[in-house]
């Protein structure tokens, strides 16, 4: 997944993630290191919070652009 990637790109810790996201910094922390899958409904808060599609998140397409 490219969400540390992402994260770090926009400036954003994984503390105010995971409080924007209302989840826990050590959730953030596994998501990022592949030592836990994110479920459909955390992908989809994920994706929608740095505005890319799920495929991008996950690392199926180059385009982050949503398909709406």
Do not use: C, H, W
């Amino acid at each position: 997944m490219r969400l540390k990637e992402i994260r770090k790109k926009r400036g954003i810790s994984q503390l105010k993630l995971a409080m924007d996201l209302n989840m826990n910094q050590n959730s953030v922390s596994r998501y990022e290191s592949g030592e836990r899958e994110a479920d459909y409904a955390t992908l989809i808060k994920i994706a929608d919070y740095f505005d890319v599609s799920i495929d991008y998140l996950l690392g199926r397409t180059e385009n982050p652009r949503m398909n709406r």
